[in-house]
């Protein structure tokens, strides 16, 4: 079957470094997603990859390997208004998004 | 930038009723998704178009129906409504004949059924 894996809570501690991780079994791989999304609020999209290493955005950098069949999503300088649901999604062999149940981050001052 | 856009943004329903939800893509995107998301849940697909053709379904109850327009703004058509539907319904559309598949969500509409 068809699965994704992520840590449903994760805390850190504003100004620091998270990662979290994710991990996918699909059939067929065209891609992963990584979406933010906050309470009530629509997803919004932060990454995609879809060839192995790591891509850089800011404050935020997504790493995959398709071997591993893992990815993770690296959040530096953490800041109060990272506190939202962090939600990893794999494209299928159709391009049909499987999500992930999202983690929740809460960031402490 | 233009996004996309749905409306309402809130719905209140009772039991058995229907409800219509309409969703905007960005202009120049050729696919529209429609998603359920119950509380602390993930998104849960319910169906996708291309190009104003059906192209996916998931869990889409057999009650609702949805279709895309000639202007590519699509309706996600809810009937005999159960307390169970309750939940926030997202839109989305992408680009995918440009070889990309970001999603772009929609602000959602907020439907309670009582």
């Known amino acids: 079957g068809q699965n994704i894996d992520q840590p449903t809570e994760m805390t850190a501690t504003e100004g620091a470094i998270v990662q979290i991780n994710c991990t996918y079994q699909?059939?067929?791989?065209?891609?992963l997603f990584w979406y933010q999304q906050h309470a009530g609020e629509a997803p919004t999209f932060l990454s995609y990859?879809?060839l192995d290493g790591l891509e850089e955005k800011g404050r935020f950098s997504s790493f995959l390997s398709r071997s591993k069949g893992y990815s993770y999503l690296l959040l530096k300088e953490l800041q109060m208004k990272d506190s939202a649901s962090y939600l990893c999604a794999a494209t299928d062999s159709n391009y049909q998004l499987i999500w992930g149940a999202g983690t929740k981050l809460i960031i402490k001052p | 930038a233009a996004g996309v856009i749905q409306s309402p943004r809130h719905l209140i329903k009772e039991k058995r009723e229907t409800a219509t939800l309409k969703c905007y893509p960005i202009?120049?995107?050729?696919?529209v998704y429609w998603y359920q998301q119950g509380p602390g849940q993930d998104p849960q697909f319910l169906i996708s178009f291309y190009e104003k053709m059906q192209s996916d379904k998931g869990s889409i109850p057999d009650r609702f129906s949805a279709q895309q327009f000639s202007d590519y703004h699509s309706e996600l058509n809810m009937s005999s409504l159960e307390l169970g539907d309750s939940a926030l319904y997202f839109c989305?559309?992408?680009?995918?004949?440009?070889?990309?598949?970001?999603?772009?969500f929609g602000p959602g509409t907020r439907l309670t059924v009582t």
């Open positions: 699909t059939s067929g791989f065209n891609g």
């Open positions: 202009p120049r995107h050729d696919t």
């Open positions: 989305a559309s992408s680009l995918e004949s440009g070889g990309t598949y970001e999603q772009y």
């Open positions: 990859n879809v």
